[in-house]
């Protein structure tokens, strides 16, 4: 009887446990997620006292992934009412811009959230706000100024025939019949698609002054010398005079030479930010002064005020207290193709006003870390940098910069419509920020997939996850990697976007609330990630760990196309132990030691070395 008690007993009690173990973790899940949702919510209640719009959106955003229901419905009530708040300061104020800001995001914040009505009602006024804006703030401005603040607005607006007609008049005024035919095309393809009924007039008049502007113009083939001379006048060459030089005992000269495009008659200068870097860099510590020299005569030189800079596609905004011939007609950089020909203008090693010729070699180099430069085959060298790139029509369709000292007759420009969609940033004075989302990205199987998400990145509380499939950014069709990243790294932040990705076969819509783009973000995941993780945006490996976790071995589990580690042939199923990574500051490279053993070699070990360069250009 006794061990018959025993035995019922010790099943009783077996049973128990395994029944409260299968409870435990419900019960632990459901202690968490209320966790989260308290932790969501008093942020949110915090962010509206602080009257905090995008920490309050933040927080909506977190919420809304994870949760429905009443307190969503109160939420978004409470960022109504703070956005009503918000805008009622800024127009007392008069920073329409901001308000436009703030109704952008907002839009995009509660589509699908709030009525159709009430969306529709909002986005009238948001037409409207901007064109206010562009009535009273863009009135004053250069012509290039105004028309860089024109294509940035259309990021807004897509869809408002307003800007593009706008667009029209200024090519216009700057006799430039490429981008006022670009623009006009524009204009009527979004006014069919409006109310062609009531623009008839507007379309008739742009049309006839096309037409005397083509007339006024004239045909002909080949490059127009009148172009070339035009673009000679509007060269002039820099010097920065970093004083003196001393090399065994004696002292000399320590100069840069460079060249400048006149883009404005007040005297604004487009020229590379490498030219001008000591001036700006506050790790520079000696003398650095910008002239600039609008003749032939070098004791002609003027002291040069750098207005903004951009180091990220190397160029920079000067201004001189002189009037300066500018006869530059900005091209269509997109319409390049391989082959064209091409002629660039500058002062190579002092020489003043040179002209060289050569084709475009290609158009897609991924040397920078967000879009492609223009490779070309002309003759450049050191005192060429900054220089106009004009194509076959006299268009200015680049910023030259003499090319890589290993490779001669290889050199390179910054595409002109980059240039043109960023001028308006440089006039802002100070160094050039961008947004971001906080994620790299990789083309597989013609998809645009994010490979690696930033800790503490705008991607996080967004909820997106490695391995989502990008299909639309703000309804945009996002077929590159660059069709994202011109998108995201323009806008100014913070700032509301919709990313339409798919997931497990759904498509799903993540709100991203940008954030600023650290300069080097290759640099920023290395300094706050764990060092197997960044495997993946540096290098391109996605591994997992090899048992016992302190060999330090991991598995390839897949490489990213078109990586350092694809290029080099590692592949699927390798192993790697990984010895370390370093960044070397003065050469902006990362440096990868590992021992690989790969079915290439027959699993026999090998020690290797990776570079990746500091310039990556996946993340957006």
Known sequence: MKKYFFKCTFFITVFIIIISGCVSSPVK??????????????EFDEYIGEKNFYGACKSFIEFTISFEGEKKDEMAREL???????????????????????????????????????????????????????????????QLERASWLIYLENFSPDNPFLYRLLVEVFLERNNLLLAEKYFSVYTDVVETDEPSGYEDELEELKNKIDELKVKSGEGTGIPQIAIEGTIKSSVKIIVDKGIKTENRVGRPDQILGTGVVIDETGYIITNYHIIESSVDPKYEGYSKVYVIPGKDDNDRFVAKIIGYDPIYDLALLKIEKNLESNI????SSALRQGEKVLAIGNPVGLTNTVTSGVVSSLDRPFLQIGNIIQIDAALNPGNSGG??????????????????????????????????????LYREGKVERSWMGCTIGKQDDYLTIDYIVPGGPAVPSGLSEGDIIIEVNGKPAGEIFDVQSFTSYLDNPLIINLTIERDNRVEVKNILLDVRPELPSLYVYNHDAKENILIPLFGIVTTRVDPPRKKLYLVS?????????????????????????YDEENRVFFLSIDLKSKRFGYINKSIALFSPADINTFI
């Open 329 to 332: 007609r900005f091209g269509d």
């Open 388 to 425: 106009a790139l004009i194509d076959n029509d006299g268009y200015l369709i680049g910023i030259a910069f003499a090319g890589l000292e290993s490779f001669e007759n290889l050199n390179f420009a910054i595409p002109s419509n980059l240039l043109l969609s960023l001028l308006f940033r």
């Open 558 to 582: 897949r490489v990213v196309r078109g990586s350092v580690a694809n290029s080099v042939g590692i592949s699927e199923g390798d192993v790697i132990k990984m010895k370390g990574i370093e």
């Open 80 to 142: 109504t009412e703070l956005l009503h708040g918000k805008t009622a300061e800024l127009r007392n104020d008069n920073d329409t811009l901001k308000i436009i800001e703030y109704t952008y995001s907002y839009i995009n914040l509660m589509k699908g959230t709030i009525s159709d009505e009430k969306l529709s009602s909002l986005k009238e006024d948001f037409f409207i706000n901007i064109q206010d804006y562009v009535s009273s703030e863009l009135t004053g401005m250069g």
């Open 29 to 42: 899940d459901d202690v968490d997620v209320q966790t989260l949702k308290k932790k969501i919510t008093v």
